[in-house]
C-alpha cells in the first residue's frame, strides 16, 4: 500500500466492498486505469463483486461514545444533533443555527473503510446528519473524550486554561473540530488549526485566546506542552533536569477542576495562560473503533434499508441499479447524502419530499479513476474526498496538467467549513445548481463532463458548458437520471485554468461573485486560440461569458483586448439593479475585477515563459498575492498584583473562567440542556407575515386537528396584563388587533414535540388587511415625523456663534447598519408550574431575572412571590436578553398556566433574529448639529434610552468648545430594536470619528494628528458638566503611539501604498472614553446573600448573571479575598430570584462593580462574625473556625447590599453626573486591503487599556478581545437586509456573517494601562464589557485610510462618503478603481433595490 501523505477525515460515507475480494492497489503517477473505489488517505482501492440486493426494514447498529446503539424505524426527520441532545441525554452538542453554519453541533464521525483497512475520523455537524445514514459508524460527541469526573482531554483543557471559553456555548463544537483534526494529525501546523475551527463561530472570545490555547499542540516547548509522539506519557524518556515535565513536578494536571491561583510568571511578570503542566495529548485516552462495526463493514452484509417516518420515506439502496430504478418510480426523490441542501430545505424552506434516496452505500457513486485523459470522480464523493484525490494527482501529475485540479483545490479550500466539506458532495453542488456555487464555473470553464444515468436514457455523458446550467437549482438532467461521476480533464499544453472567489467572510462564506476562467494561447504565442469565461453569483444559476470571450479570442493577450472585452462583458453579464442579492454595482464590478486579475495573471504568465517580454508592472504584482495570513505572536501585558498580597488572594491575578472546564467538556448546563419534565409541551410562535395590518381573522383549527397539538395561544388567554411598558409605552405580548412589524408575535401554539408545536404555527391562518403608511427608514420617519418621545437635545457652548469663527465649514452623513446579537444560545427558557397556589419555577437565559419574575406575576395575576426564576448561565447575551427576553417568558408562563403542564420555548435562530430585534441603525448627520436618527423599530423598548446615551458619549474624548447634539428613536415598521453592547454608544462616537475623519482628508492630515489636537486634557468637564480627569486617557494614548510604533509604519505604510497599485495599507488610532454605571440611580444597586456550611465550603449568591462575562468568577474571588479561604471553597450555583431579590440587570459594564460590592459586604459581616473565634484560635483552619461557630449558635448566613452611585442626568439643565467614572482605551489598527475586492486582512491590532486595577486579568483582557472583535463586525462586516415589505432576510449564519478565526488580527496585542487607580469602584478596578467594542471601529478607519489611498490613485483626494459597515462592496467601490467606474450607477428612486436603507 503506498501512503501518499495525504491525512485527514475524507468521508463519512463507507460504501462497503460487498462480498467481493478487496484489493489495494499503489498508484502511479501517470495513471490508474482500474474501477477505483472509494478514495481515502491517498489510496486508490479495487473492488469486485457486487451489493447484495436484499430489503430489510430500517435497522441500524451505531455507535455513540463507545456505546453500542440499535434502532429500528427511526424517522428520517430525526437529525443527530437531537437525537443525541434529547433521546441520548448528551447534551454537550449545542443547537446554534441548525443549518450547518456555525458549528456548534460538531461531532466526530468515524468509520471504517475497508479498501483501506483504516478507520476515517470527520468533523461534522449533527445537525444536518439524519440519524438513518448513522449505520455502521462511530460518534463521538464531547462527553465521549473526557470529562472533570474521570480526566480531561487536552483539547478540552487547553481551550479552558488559555481563557477560549467564555460564555462556552460554542466550547463544545471547537473542542470536537480540534479533536478530530488531533486524531487525524497529531501534530498539526497553525494552518491546519485555522482550517479546522473555520466553521465553527464563537461570539464572546474574538478567538485569539482558542488559537492560543490550540496553538500548543503545534509548539515544542517542553515535553508537557507537546503532542503526539514527543508527549512525556507517550513513551519518550523524560529528560532528568526538566523540572517543567507534569511527570515529575508532582502535579496531577487537568484533572479536576483547577481553578485555583498560582502565579504563572513570565519575565517576572504575571502572564494569563501558563503553559507548563499541561496534560500531553495521550492516544491510548481516546476511544478505539468498536471491533464489532470493523467486522460487520468487513462483512460486506448489506441491505437496502427503508425508514418510514411521519412523513418522509428514506431509502438506502446498496447498489446503482437499484438508485436507477428507484429514481425512474420516483423522479421527484431527491438523491440526499450530505443533505447540506436538502436538509436545509425541509428545515427552512418548510419543503416537504415525501420519499428520499440516499445512496450513501452506492460504491458506484464513490469511484474516483485516473486516466491518462483526466481524472473520474465520483458524484457521491464529499468536497473532502474531491479536494485530497486532486491534491493527490496535483502532487503526482507534471504541473501543466493540472490546471483544472488546482483552479478547483483554490475552491475547496474556501468552500464552506470543514464539517460541511466533510460531507457535501460534488455531485449534490452540481445537481443544486446554486448560483454561487465554488465549483460549476471552474468545472464549466475546465471542460469538465458529467456522466449521468437513468433507466430510461442508460448512461449519457453531459459536458458542463453554457448549456448545462438551465436556471435556479435547474440543470440539463432530467429528473429520472442520477449523477454518476464528474470528468475533469488534464489541461493541454498552452492552457491555463484560473479560479476566483469574493465573499463576505474570507471563510465559510458563500460566494458573492466567484469565477471561474480558461485561457488556450496559440502554441508559443500570445494569441487567445481558446477562452473561456463562467461567473457565479450574478444571476440565477453559473453563467458563462462567450461574448466576451470571442471579443478576446483571435488575438493577442494584451491590454488592448481586455479593453475592447471590458464593456461587452458588462453588457453581456447583466444584472438589473433589483436583482436578488443587492449589491448590484459590487457584483458587476468584480466581474471586471476578477478578469482584470486573470488578465494579469496571465500576463506574468506569459512573460516568465519568454512570450512577451513586458513583465508585469513592479506595482501590479501585489494584486495578484493573497492578503498576509500569518499569525504573529501576541502579547497580553497586564498590572502585576500589589507587593505583599497573599498567595492565597486571588484578586488581580488571572484565573480561568470557573467553569470553563464543564464548558469545554460539555458538562455545564445551559437552559435547553434540562432534562424534559412530565408532561411537558413545546412552544412554538406564529408571527405576523404583514408590516402593517390590521388582524380580521385568526382561525387555529387546523392547528388544533393536527397530531400532538395541544392548545393555541392567544392574547384573549392572558389572565393579567396583556401587555409590557418599557420607557412608559406599551408593548402587547402578543397582538390583538394590529400588527405593526413582520415578526410580531400573535398566538402560539403548543405541542407535545418541537416539530409537532412548529407545524401546528405553521398551520393557524390568520386573515390581514393591510394598512397604509410603511415607515420602514429613517427618512420615512423623518419626514412622517414618525418618533417615541422624548427627542433629546445637549449644546456646549455657541455653536452659531462657533460657525462664524471657522475656517472652514464641513457638513456629511454616516449610515451605520443594525447588528444582530448573535448570541449563541437562542432565547430559551421553561416554565414549570409547580402545581400549588399559583407557583411558578421559571428557567431562562436572562440578563434581568428580576424583571421576568415581576412581569410573569403581572402577566398572570399572581404575587411576584409565587414566581421563582432561576439562571444558570447564559450562552452569550450581549444586551439582546433583557425585554425580549421578558416578553418571550410572559408568553411561554401564559401557556404553562392555560394548559398546567410545563412548557418549553427554544427559539430557532431564523426566529430568533426575525423577533428579537437588534441593535439601532443609526443615520448621522452632521454640519451645525450632529443629529442622531435611530431606527427602533415597532415598539419603543429601551430606544428612548438609547438615544439619551448617544448623546452623552458623543464627545468621546474631545474637549470641542462649541458642539450641539440632537437624537431621535425612529417609529417605523421593522422589528422592535433593543440593547447591545455600548447602548448606542459605538453608533454614535462612530459619527464623532467620522467627522474628524473628514476634517483630516479635508485638511490632507492624518487623522491621529486631528484627534490627538482636540482631546481633552487637564482637569475637564463633558459637555453635560461633569468633571473628570483625562490623564489616564492621555498616557493611553500616548502608549498605544509608542507600543504601535506609529510614526515608523506610518512611513512605511506610505512607502508600500507607493509600490503597490491594488493592494493598499491604512492604519487608524483611535480612543475611548466610556461612561460607567446606569444614569438611572436605582439601577446601580445590587444584593448578595452569602451562606457558610458547616463544612466550611461556602455558597455564593448575587444579582449578577453569568453570560460569558466571568462574573461569578469574579465574584468567587472577591469572596476569596474577604473569607480569606482558596477559591475552591466557593461555589456559585446559579442566579435566582428567591435567593437575592429585586435585582438589577447584568448590563452596563457594571455588574461586577455592583455585586462585588454587594459580595464583599456579606463576606465582611460574616468574617467580622468569625472574629471571636478566630481571635481565640488564629491558625485556624478555617473549617475548625465554621464549625466552633456554629456550635456557637453564630449565624453563618449574611445578606450584602450595595446602594451603589446616586447618577442622574438632567436633561432640562442639560447637565448631571450619569457616570460613576470613565474607562479609557486607545486603539490602534493596520490593514492590507485588496481594492480589487475589497477582501482585507488586519495585520496588527495594539490596544491600550486603563481598566484601573483588573480583578482578573484573563477575563478582561477577555472581554476587550471579544468586544472588539464584534466592534469589527459591527464596523466591516455584519448587515442585516430587509425586503421592501419589511421582510428580514438574513435569518441566520448563512446570510448574516459575524467575524470568525480568519478575522482574528495577525498580531493583536492588549496592554491594560500600568500604575492606575479608580476610587469608585471595587479594589480599584473599572467597568470593561462595553467599551472596547467600540475600538472595532480603529479596522474601519484603517481601512477608510487604506482607500483614501487607492483614491489618491485614482487622482481622487479629500473626504468621501464611507458608510458602516464598510464591507468589501464599500471598500472596493469607495477605492473608485478605472474599472469599478465603468460600473454603470442606476439612479436611485428609478428602480424598487431587492433591500431597503435601514438607517
Ligand atoms: C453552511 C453551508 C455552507 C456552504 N458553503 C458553500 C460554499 O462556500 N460554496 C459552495 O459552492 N457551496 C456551499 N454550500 C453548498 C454545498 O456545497 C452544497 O449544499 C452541497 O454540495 C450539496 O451536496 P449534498 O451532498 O449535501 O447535497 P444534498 O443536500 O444531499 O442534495 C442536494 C441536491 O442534489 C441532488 N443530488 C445530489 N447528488 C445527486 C446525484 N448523484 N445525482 C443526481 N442528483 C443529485 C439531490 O437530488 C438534491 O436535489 C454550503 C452549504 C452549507 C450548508
Ligand atoms: S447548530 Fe449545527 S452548525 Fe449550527
Ligand atoms: S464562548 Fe464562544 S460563543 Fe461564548
Known sequence: ???????????????????????????????????????????????????????????????????????????????????????????????????????ACTVMLSRYQVHSRSVVHCAVNACLLPVCQLHGAAVTTVEGIGSTKTKLHPVQERIAKAHGSQCGFCTPGMVMSMYTLLRNKPQPTMEDITEALAGNLCRCTGYRPILDGYKTFCESSNCCQNSGAKSCSSGN????????????????????????????????????????????????????????????????????????????????????????????????????????NIGLDIKFKGILHPFIISPTRVPDLFVVKNTPQGVSVGAGCSMSVV???????????PLGQTEVHRALLQQLGNLAGQQIRNVATLGGNIVSAYPNSDLNPVLAAGNCRLTVVSKAGGRREIPMNKDFFVGFGKTLLNPDEIAVSVFIPISRKGEFVRAFRQAPRK???????????????????????????????????????????????????????????????????????SAPGGKVAFRRALTLNFLFKFFLQMQQKLAEMGIITDDLEQDMRSSLEALPNDFLPSYQEFQDVLEGQPGQDPVGRPMMHRSALSQATGEAVYCDDMPKTEGELFLSLVTSTKAH????????????????????????????????????????????????????????????????????????????????????????????????????????????????????????????????????????????????????????STQHPAMAQDSIAET??????????????????????????????????????????????????????????????????????????????????????????????????????????????????????????????????????????????????????????????????????MPFDPENMLRCWEECKRRSSIQRRRGDIAQFNQHNRFKKRGLALVP???????????????????????????????????????????????????LRIPTSLIHISETNTHMVPNTCPSAASFGTDANGMAVKDACETLYKRLEPIRKRNPEGP????????????????????????????????????????????????????????????????????????????????????GAFTQGVGLYTMEELKFSPSGVLYTRGPGQYKIPAVCDVPLQFNIYLLRGTQNPHAIYSSKGIGEPALFLGSSVFFALKDAVAAARSDAGLSGPFEFHSPATPETACLACASHLTQMVPISKPGSFQPWAIETP
Open 1 to 103: 500500500m503506498q501512503r501518499l501523505g495525504l491525512q485527514g477525515p475524507l468521508t463519512p460515507w463507507a460504501p462497503g466492498p460487498g462480498p467481493g475480494t478487496v484489493q489495494v492497489s499503489s498508484r502511479t503517477a501517470q495513471t490508474d486505469e482500474k474501477e477505483a473505489l472509494g478514495y481515502s488517505n491517498g489510496v486508490v482501492v479495487v473492488t469486485q463483486g457486487k451489493m447484495s440486493g436484499n430489503q430489510e426494514s430500517g435497522c441500524l447498529t451505531f455507535y455513540v461514545n463507545g456505546k453500542k446503539v440499535t434502532e429500528r424505524d427511526v424517522d428520517p426527520e430525526t437529525m443527530l444533533l437531537p437525537y443525541l441532545r434529547k433521546r441520548m441525554r448528551l447534551t454537550g452538542a449545542k443547537y446554534g443555527c441548525g443549518g450547518g453554519g456555525c458549528g
Open 1072 to 1122: 475611548i472614553k466610556y461612561g460607567i454605571g446606569f444614569d438611572i440611580a436605582f439601577l446601580n444597586q445590587a444584593a448578595a446573600l452569602v451562606h457558610i456550611f458547616q463544612d466550611g465550603s461556602v455558597l455564593v449568591n448575587h444579582g449578577g448573571a453569568e453570560m460569558g462575562q466571568g462574573i461569578h468568577t469574579k465574584m468567587q474571588q472577591v469572596a476569596s479575598r474577604e
Open 693 to 844: 395590518a390590521k388582524i380580521l381573522n385568526m382561525d387555529v383549527s387546523a392547528a388544533l386537528a393536527l397530531p400532538g397539538v395541544v392548545d393555541v395561544i392567544t392574547a384573549r388567554d392572558i389572565p393579567g396584563k396583556k401587555f409590557r411598558m418599557f420607557c412608559g409605552m406599551n408593548e402587547e405580548l402578543l397582538a390583538e388587533k394590529e400588527v405593526t412589524c413582520v415578526g410580531q408575535m400573535v398566538c402560539a401554539v403548543v405541542a407535545d414535540t418541537k416539530p409537532h408545536a412548529k407545524r401546528g404555527a405553521a398551520a393557524v391562518k390568520i386573515t390581514y388587511e393591510d394598512q397604509p403608511e410603511l415607515v420602514f427608514t429613517v427618512e420615512e420617519a423623518i419626514e412622517k415625523k414618525s418618533f417615541f418621545e422624548p427627542l433629546r437635545e445637549i449644546e456646549r457652548g455657541n455653536v452659531s456663534e462657533g460657525f462664524k469663527m471657522a475656517d472652514h465649514i464641513h457638513e456629511g452623513e454616516i449610515r451605520i447598519g443594525g447588528q444582530e446579537h448573535f448570541y449563541m444560545e437562542t432565547q430559551s427558557m421553561l416554565v414549570i408550574p409547580v402545581g400549588e397556589e399559583g407557583e411558578m419555577n421559571v428557567y431562562l
Open 507 to 577: 471563510e465559510n462564506a458563500l460566494a458573492t461573485v466567484n469565477a471561474g476562467m480558461r485561457v488556450r494561447f496559440h502554441d508559443g504565442s500570445s494569441v487567445v486560440d481558446e477562452l473561456s469565461i463562467f461567473y457565479g453569483g450574478v444571476g440565477p444559476c453559473t453563467v458563462g461569458a462567450s461574448k466576451t470571450c470571442q471579443q478576446i479570442i483571435g488575438r493577442p493577450w494584451g491590454e488592448e483586448a481586455l479593453t475592447a472585452a471590458y464593456p461587452v462583458l458588462l453588457e453581456e453579464i447583466l444584472l438589473p439593479p
Open 237 to 340: 524518556s523524560i529528560s532528568e533536569n526538566n523540572s517543567n515535565c507534569c511527570q515529575q513536578n508532582g502535579k496531577e494536571p487537568g484533572r479536576a477542576n483547577g481553578n485555583e491561583v498560582t502565579d504563572d510568571l513570565e519575565n517576572g511578570h504575571l502572564k494569563l495562560f501558563n503553559i507548563d503542566n499541561l496534560l500531553p495529548l495521550d492516544p491510548t485516552q481516546d476511544l478505539i473503533f468498536p471491533p464489532e462495526l470493523i467486522r460487520m463493514t468487513e462483512s460486506g452484509l448489506q441491505a437496502t434499508q427503508t425508514f418510514r417516518g411521519e412523513r418522509i420515506t428514506w431509502v438506502s439502496p446498496v447498489s446503482l441499479d437499484e438508485v436507477v430504478d428507484l429514481k425512474s418510480r420516483h423522479p421527484e426523490a431527491p438523491i440526499v447524502i450530505g443533505n447540506t
Open 1182 to 1265: 478555617w473549617q475548625s473556625w465554621i464549625k466552633a461557630a456554629f456550635l456557637e449558635k453564630i449565624s453563618l448566613s449574611a445578606t450584602g447590599y450595595y446602594r451603589g452611585h446616586d447618577l442622574y442626568m438632567d436633561w432640562e439643565k442639560q447637565e448631571g453626573q450619569p457616570y460613576a467614572y470613565f474607562t479609557y482605551g486607545v486603539c490602534c489598527c493596520e490593514v492590507e486591503l485588496d481594492c480589487l475586492t475589497g477582501d482585507y486582512r488586519t495585520i496588527r491590532t495594539d490596544m491600550v487599556f486603563d481598566i484601573g486595577r483588573s480583578i482578573n486579568p484573563s477575563i478582561d483582557i477577555g472581554q476587550i478581545e
Open 387 to 397: 479536494r485530497a484525490a486532486l491534491e493527490d494527482l496535483v502532487r503526482t501529475l
Open 860 to 1025: 398572570l395575576d399572581i404575587p411576584s412571590n409565587r414566581v421563582t426564576c432561576h439562571i444558570k448561565r447564559i450562552g452569550g447575551a450581549f444586551g439582546g436578553k433583557v425585554t425580549k427576553t421578558t416578553i418571550l417568558a410572559c408568553i411561554t408562563a401564559v401557556a404553562a398556566w392555560k394548559t398546567e403542564r410545563s412548557v418549553r420555548l427554544v427559539l430557532e435562530r431564523g426566529e430568533d433574529m426575525l423577533i428579537t430585534g437588534a441593535r439601532h441603525p443609526v443615520l448621522g448627520q452632521y454640519k451645525a448639529d450632529v443629529k442622531y436618527y435611530a431606527n427602533a423599530g415597532n415598539t419603543a423598548d429601551e430606544s428612548p434610552l438609547i438615544v439619551a446615551k448617544i448623546l452623552l458619549h458623543f464627545d468621546n474624548a474631545y474637549n470641542i468648545p462649541n458642539m450641539r447634539g440632537r437624537s431621535a428613536a425612529c417609529k417605523t415598521n421593522l422589528p422592535s430594536n433593543t440593547a447591545f453592547r455600548g447602548f448606542g454608544v459605538p453608533q454614535c462616537m462612530l459619527v464623532t470619528e467620522s467627522i474628524i475623519n473628514d476634517v483630516a482628508l479635508k485638511l490632507g492630515r492624518p487623522a491621529e494628528e486631528i484627534r490627538e489636537l482636540n482631546m481633552y486634557r487637564g482637569s475637564s468637564l463633558t459637555h453635560y458638566k
